[in-house]
């Protein structure tokens, strides 16, 4: 009878020294006070991971994945396969290294994304499509460099759960986060810090009801797997992942509940982040806000995470044209 | 021969016990790094003060000027003339005093201002264009409040200076600063406390070319004159005040020099902050990012003061369609 291996979970002390490893590379964002929100019953803070100097948290993950690694095979280099956010983390965190990066991306890749992962001295390599983990394997077999995976790692979670960590020092009576989920990295870390910090949190993960297979899988007990044509759906472009088995198990342990959000929610999302918090952010970047809108959980000091502000320009001039 | 009297200038104690009144009440905004500049010479940082959560930095002057009062004297209430950030500042501000507000607004301005400053509590007075000074002054003596001017006083400069102490603590070694000039109280207080901690850093204002006042006085060393309708021709409607007697005094005390940026320049950096830094400035707020692409000043590490991030939507929308 096939057993799996139990999975190991990421502790506090996990992110603590990850919080010690990446502070020199990454912004400690600040908690922003959101009084335009107007909600006395549910006041609401902002945790702004747009303004990383790559537009996105995935910085946190990136640096803590390669600054664990051992000196001798640091120096071989990194290789990464992402069209989005976790490219030009990768390839920011290995120039800051001063170590090469070999980023595999899609053929379909918009050549900014393209451009900007260049822009950061990385090599990159384009691949068809559904190619990119087998391109991925052929070039760390071929370069001797270590993957750095999106999410399914414990660095990477530990590295995003320092986001966690900062709330829970500047706001520790807080009583609602809600988060993004999509592979999963980022809810497994920040759900792992908040609730080893301030135990009576709720900790809410957020997808696009287009790209809703960890709310159905929390509905079922179990991991369920949506096409990639229906997860690519969604506007959030960011959030078309479904978890692995290790941030999956994280998820089932740390989150109350995972909630969705219309993708008519999500852009009256980043309109209102635009012209009320100042802030842009990718429509991924905008669902714990537009489920904050919805009040479809009990009232407390909230926080949402904005986790990135890579838009497309004329996606943005569409949503803000309403 | 009537001589005036000499001016006495804000000091850096000044602006550090400023820092001890407002600290609870306004956001310790971080200094952002922003490679994405891509200029080697002059590594850029940038200071947001659109993050505010009235969306810009005039809450520092306010919560100084109105925590300096006595109490038997601030329960009497404040009184303010602007149609812009300073009005939103003090109504803020008086709210969380518990302490009643009358802005004196012009008829003209926009109702969504007007909207916002009564969501604070505040009592708006409209008033005929011209008319707002005198009408404030009527209102100060039907209520026994107490004027809280937007630029002209050392309370308001030594509140505005703050953001240079935070400058100096989280980067000593800038070589640059460059902030807006219009009334004058944010560059003399960020000047004044620049100076103070960081000697051999150059501090630089900025205006458009359209309302270059300060420019011009520098040039010709005395205050000059220009006409409403001459300044009101900018798009960068929080630059259109002039300095005062003090304010000119301080500028001329700790500013290298005045430059001025074209509408076409202001646009650009408009556009540059919500793509690249994910930050929504209004054209006020984004002179300094525009005359730091005009690079006509020396290399070194640069900060540039995004001031606020109040843009009327339909002006974003023009901006950002290029």
């Known amino acids: 009878m096939g057993q799996t291996e139990p999975v190991e979970l990421v502790t506090i002390e996990d992110i603590e020294q990850a919080a010690a490893r990446i502070r020199a590379f990454v912004l400690r964002t600040p908690l922003l006070p959101a009084p335009w929100a107007?909600?006395?019953?549910?006041?609401?803070?902002?945790?702004?991971?747009?303004?990383?100097?790559?537009g996105a948290f995935k910085v946190r993950g990136a640096f803590n994945a390669i600054g664990r690694l051992d000196e001798s095979v640091r120096t071989r280099g990194v290789v990464a396969y992402s069209s989005g956010n976790h490219a030009q983390a990768v390839a920011y965190a290995a120039a800051v290294y001063a170590i090469p990066a070999?980023?595999?991306?899609?053929?379909?890749?918009?050549?900014?994304?393209?451009?900007?992962?260049?822009?950061?001295?990385?090599?990159?390599?384009?691949?068809?499509?559904?190619?990119?983990?087998?391109?991925?394997?052929?070039?760390?077999?071929e370069?001797?460099?270590?993957?750095?995976?999106?999410?399914?790692?414990?660095?990477?979670?530990?590295?995003?759960?320092?986001?966690?960590?900062?709330?829970?020092?500047?706001?520790?009576?807080?009583?609602?986060?809600?988060?993004?989920?999509?592979g999963g990295g980022l809810a497994s870390g920040i759900g792992t810090a908040v609730k080893a910090l301030c135990p009576s949190a709720r900790v809410i993960g957020v997808e696009p009801e287009l790209a809703a297979d960890t709310a159905q899988a929390f509905r079922v007990g179990h991991r369920v797997d949506w096409s990639i044509e229906d997860r690519n759906r969604t506007i959030?472009?960011?959030?078309?992942?479904?978890?692995?088995?290790?941030?999956?198990?994280?998820?089932?342990?740390?989150?109350?509940?995972?909630?969705?959000?219309?993708?008519?929610?999500?852009?009256?999302?980043?309109?209102?982040?635009?012209?009320?918090?100042?802030?842009?952010?990718?429509?991924?970047?905008?669902?714990?806000?537009?489920?904050?809108?919805?009040?479809?959980?009990p009232p407390g000091r909230t926080v949402v995470i904005v986790s990135g502000g890579n838009v497309e320009p004329a996606l943005l001039r569409e949503i803000l044209a309403g």
């Open 38 to 54: 107007g909600d006395d019953e549910r006041p609401l803070w902002i945790k702004p991971e747009n303004l990383q100097s790559i």
């Open 143 to 182: 370069t001797g460099g270590v993957l750095i995976p999106p999410f399914d790692h414990p660095d990477i979670i530990a590295g995003q759960g320092t986001i966690g960590l900062e709330i829970a020092e500047d706001l520790p009576t807080v009583d609602t986060v809600l988060v993004p989920v999509s």
């Open 102 to 141: 070999h980023i595999v991306m899609p053929e379909e890749t918009p050549a900014v994304k393209v451009a900007a992962t260049r822009g950061h001295g990385a090599r990159v390599v384009l691949c068809g499509a559904g190619q990119r983990e087998r391109v991925a394997a052929e070039v760390v077999e």
């Open 236 to 297: 959030a472009d960011g959030l078309r992942s479904q978890p692995s088995e290790l941030t999956f198990t994280h998820l089932q342990n740390v989150l109350d509940e995972v909630v969705t959000v219309t993708e008519d929610q999500i852009r009256s999302a980043v309109a209102e982040l635009v012209f009320r918090a100042h802030l842009v952010a990718e429509p991924s970047g905008a669902v714990a806000l537009a489920a904050y809108r919805a009040m479809d959980f």
